[in-house]
T-cell receptor, first 115, second 116 residues
Framework: KAGVTQTPRYLIKTRGQQVTLSCSPI?????VSWYQQTPGQGLQFLFE???????NKGNFPGRFSGRQFSNSRSEMNVSTLELGDSALYLC??????????????FGPGTRLLVL | AQKITQTQPGMFVQEKEAVTLDCTYD???????LFWYKQPSSGEMIFLIY??????QNATEGRYSLNFQKARKSANLVISASQLGDSAMYFC?????????????FGKGTMLLVSP
């Protein structure tokens, strides 16, 4: 079974631009979560989608948004990029959403550099 | 207060030796899950092992075992017979509750270096 895939793997943007990242979950998984990883803040939860609905959201500004499609694929968008948005963005999928026993499986990540 | 604490920023171990990576957690929930992930320099987070709060036995997965001490709120990862390929960052994480949509909270990680 194929794992979680993320595209693109690397991205360079300039301040003020916007960016869209894509994530395809493991086949059969209906929940997709997004995380931002930086050296200073570590791994921070962005949001989780299940059945095309956002189920949970982390403490990020409104410039960060996402959506999930009927095939469970998810996209994440960051508008008006800032230098501090440079990070590794990780997508994770699980069968269901939210339960304490739900294991999340991660993709390889998208490395975003904002200049 | 931090929910997941990993007190060892870095650990060194020789090949074929066992190593324990520490993790303590803080929750008032009775139901929670504890996870360990490995992150090599490539960036991908690799799931290693899971322990549920109601599990009476310590979880094991191949060379990985989780030393779960509920009263002390600790969930240490033990890697037996270390290999060079074990060199990576290791993250402890927790997911709380059985209802609603709880998120996965990570510790700051421990960098493990395995030497020949």
């Amino acid at each position: 079974k194929a794992g979680v895939t993320q595209t693109p793997r690397y991205l360079i943007k300039t301040r003020g631009q916007q960016v869209t990242l894509s994530c395809s979950p493991i086949s059969g998984h209906r929940s997709v979560s997004w995380y931002q990883q930086t050296p200073g803040q570590g791994l921070q939860f962005l949001f989780e989608y299940f059945s095309e609905t956002q189920r949970n959201k982390g403490n990020f500004p409104g410039r960060f948004s996402g959506r999930q499609f009927s095939n469970s694929r998810s996209e994440m968008n960051v508008s008006t990029l800032e230098l501090g948005d440079s990070a590794l963005y990780l997508c994770a999928s699980s069968l269901l959403a939210g339960g304490s026993g739900e294991t999340q499986y991660f993709g390889p990540g998208t490395r975003l550099l904002v200049l | 207060a931090q929910k997941i604490t990993q007190t060892q920023p870095g650990m060194f171990v020789q090949e074929k030796e066992a190593v324990t990576l520490d993790c303590t957690y803080d929750t008032s929930d009775q139901s929670y899950g504890l996870f360990w992930y490995k992150q090599p320099s490539s960036g991908e987070m690799i799931f290693l092992i899971y322990q549920g709060s109601y599990d009476e036995q310590n979880a094991t997965e191949g060379r990985y075992s989780l030393n779960f001490q509920k009263a002390r709120k600790s969930a240490n990862l033990v890697i037996s017979a270390s290999q060079l390929g074990d060199s990576a960052m290791y993250f402890c994480a927790m997911r709380e509750g059985t209802s609603g949509y709880s998120t996965l909270t990570f510790g700051k990680g421990t960098m493990l270096l395995v030497s020949p």
